[in-house]
């Protein structure tokens, strides 16, 4: 899945008289015990088919009656139970800045990074020092060897899987960590493309009015940042920024290409890695990275390795020193003085996304020690907040979609046997981590003390060093790649493994005092969603080793593309804004999920009813509160400039469209009556059926 980006609703159970697709088969005589229908009918415009619009049906008041908050550009699922971690982490932070921690401690070292990065009247006396020793580096660079050097101090480990085959960082050149596509064992240094400051390619070389006016602003912005940092000729050095960052840009793959598992399974020796892309003093940059011991290289984006080599000693040294400066600042502006901050959220907040209002400063700070400290704040936060019960009953979920799953497979009639088998093994096979990892990092090497900006610059060289110390172990099935206390969700092809941490285990997802059919159709359908990744466009590429290897007859793949061609072609139908559609092959991955996972969701739910019906709840069937649970889980909204941007760089659809996945169910259409003639109606031989 994913970046889950899924909202909700108050919580309001108010029953709605005469609606037309509720059941009329209520139980009549004694009166039942009431049950918490887990959906919100509140939210809900009834005066709309769930026929025509499932996501207005589902959510319609509560999107006319839910404001975007000024300092934040989406709302939605993860928003509402975002806010009740962030309510649990400020409850629990807290509680450790009252208890004077002794010195060395975990709790210590979140209360000093807290305050120091709390305290911004001291950030703001510091001025622009903490800095200088970055920038003096910087300008003493002298040539294109140390340049190299220079560069690779910058690099920096990506943890978040999600993002890793677009990995857009700031440094040149993005390391992430494991096993290699098709070298099951021990982990290696993937090498991905990197070294621009918009949120893709196509921000530099669109000739669209609005991302020509955005490269306008950015210009402005760089200017402003080396302004306020003292650095000669910022204006010279805005342009020549943006002239390199274009050039970067070129050399990129596109996102489409970035998802091709399959080009980027290209393994280089450091010989190799010198030959094939020469122009960088690689030895210079890979001791400086301190992967100088690394002999073995996954050249995910082989194609653009050597054209941003080429650059390094194309362009001028002037130009790598005003893009090393830049770069140094703007990923430490939040740590540096007010105006800084100020013009990095007018920018990144506003600008890119639409947001008008920053968060306040204690809220970031929270957020930011949890990020920095993850397994500290983390360990402490499921200690209170996620007792044994809730990972039992999520454990049991888990167990009974895999279980549906499987049954799926098994019953597929045009699977040829081999296909079948290592679909299943995979299934089996999967590591599945609730809540929390088995062990904690053992933060007592890292320093933290009352510098904001040295804390927040050890905190991700300690990450880094994390990660680049599994290089040459076996990888680690069971490694978590979220923190407990995250709002998300995630499939691991490479480890046949998922996390579900514990803050996403609540409202508008999970609650354990809801019926059966709302928790299987909101996590239940997450959970699934996840599982089926395994089996989307890219996950269905590995084994149930995690190798990239072809397990498919022909004849099995050709009719797993077709399906996910009527899908994507599905999704390409959706405007998103006037003349904005979503790109259906980008988001074919999270849109296979989407349906394979609720459709073994709404299995699992079925069986877990023993044969019997559900009870009609406010009027509602069960089936009809499953398909609610998972629209209502999906309700959001959005500002322009952000839906333009996840249009373009995200892998997932926006929210409001993979409400209508529902329209691919057999089931959605007898729960709601719905009939030829309505817009979401599809013919049964047009609903697109994955492992089905």
């Known amino acids: 899945m994913s970046r889950l980006n899924r909202l909700a609703f108050s919580v309001l159970a108010l029953a709605l008289a005469g609606s037309a697709c509720r059941s009329t088969n209520q139980e009549s005589g004694r009166s039942a015990p009431v049950q918490d229908p887990g959906i919100v009918p509140a939210s ?55 208890s004077n921690p002794a010195p060395g401690t975990n709790e210590a070292k979140i209360a000093s990074y807290y305050n120091a990065y709390l305290d911004t009247a001291a950030i703001d006396r510091a001025g622009i020092a903490p800095a200088r020793a970055d920038m003096d580096a910087i300008a003493h660079t002298a040539d294109k060897r140390q340049l190299s050097a220079a560069i690779g101090k910058t690099l920096r480990a990506d943890t978040d899987p999600l993002n890793a085959t677009n990995f857009q960082t700031e440094n040149l050149f993005g390391v992430f960590v494991t096993q290699g596509l098709t070298t099951p064992g021990a982990s290696i240094p993937y090498l991905m493309q990197g070294g621009i400051g918009l949120p893709e390619r196509e ?14 602003e950015y210009r402005a912005y760089v200017r402003k940042i080396l302004e306020l940092a003292g650095y000669p000729d910022p204006r010279g050095a805005g342009d020549r920024l943006l002239e390199l960052e274009t050039k970067i840009a070129r050399a990129h ?53 050597p054209k941003l080599a080429a650059l390094v000693a194309s362009e001028p040294l002037t130009a ?24 990095s959220f007018a920018f990144n907040g506003t600008t890119l996304q639409g947001t008008p209002k920053q968060r306040p400063r204690d809220q970031r700070a929270m957020n930011a020690v949890s990020n920095a400290l993850q397994d500290a704040v983390g360990k402490a936060y499921v200690d209170k907040y996620f007792p044994p019960a809730a990972k039992a009953r999520i454990q049991g979920m888990v167990d009974d979609i895999k279980t549906a799953f499987a049954r799926r497979v098994e019953a597929i009639d045009w699977l040829a046997p081999s296909t079948r088998q290592e679909a299943l093994k995979k299934v089996e096979t999967i590591v599945v981590g ?15 003390g009352t510098d904001a900006y040295a804390n927040q610059k050890n905190a991700g060289a300690f990450e880094y060093g994390h990660q680049i110390a599994k290089i040459g172990k076996p990888m680690d099935r069971g490694e978590w790649w979220m923190p407990p206390q995250l709002v998300n969700a995630v499939n691991l092809p490479v480890q046949n493994a998922l996390n579900f941490p514990a803050a996403i285990l609540q409202r508008p997802f999970f609650d354990p005092k809801a019926d059966a059919a709302f928790n299987y159709g909101a996590i239940g359908a997450t959970i699934g969603h996840e599982i089926s990744h395994s089996f989307d466009n890219n996950g269905a590429l590995f084994d149930s080793s995690g190798r990239l290897r072809n397990w498919w007859t022909p004849e099995d793949f050709k009719r797993f593309e077709q399906a996910g061609q009527a899908l994507a072609t599905q999704f ?71 839906l333009r941007q996840r249009i373009a760089v995200d892998g997932h659809a926006p929210d409001s469209f993979r409400s209508l996945t529902v329209r691919n169910l057999d089931a959605w259409y007898a729960a709601f009556n719905v009939q030829p003639g309505q817009k979401l109606y599809l013919a049964p031989d047009k609903r697109v059926r994955v492992w089905d």
């Open 253 to 305: 793959a596109t996102r489409a290409e970035s998802e091709d598992f399959a080009a980027g399974a290209i393994l280089w020796t450091r010989a190799e890695l010198e030959r094939h892309a020469p122009g960088i003093d690689w030895s210079a940059l890979l001791n400086a990275a301190q992967l100088g011991g690394a002999q073995t290289f996954q050249a995910y984006h082989a194609k653009a390795i």
């Open 320 to 343: 790598w020193k005003d893009w090393l400066t830049f770069h140094t600042l703007n990923q430490q502006a939040n740590v540096l003085p007010e105006p800084f901050r100020d013009a």
């Open 44 to 98: 809900m415009d009834t005066s709309v088919p769930p026929g025509d619009d499932f996501f207005a049906y589902a959510n319609g008041n509560w999107v006319k009656d839910t404001p975007i908050p000024e300092d934040r550009s989406t709302i939605g699922g993860f928003y509402i139970a975002d806010k009740e971690r962030e309510r649990q982490t400020r409850e629990l932070l807290d509680a450790i800045l009252k």
């Open 572 to 642: 390409d139908a959706y405007e998103a804004l006037p003349g904005l559609h979503v790109n259906g092959k980008l988001t074919l991955g999270e849109n296979i999920a989407d349906v394979a996972g609720l459709s073994a969701a709404y299995d699992a739910y079925r069986r877990s009813l023993g044969g019997k019906e559900p009870p009609v709840i406010q009027g509602y069937t069960g089936d009809q509160r499953f398909f609610l649970a998972y629209a209502q889980s999906w309700a959001s909204k959005m500002r322009d400039a952000t």
């Open 203 to 216: 921000y530099y070389l669109s000739s669209d009015a609005e991302m020509v006016r955005l490269r306008d």
């Open 434 to 448: 609730v809540g929390y990892p088995e062990s904690w990092r053992d933060y007592s090497s890292l320093d933290i």
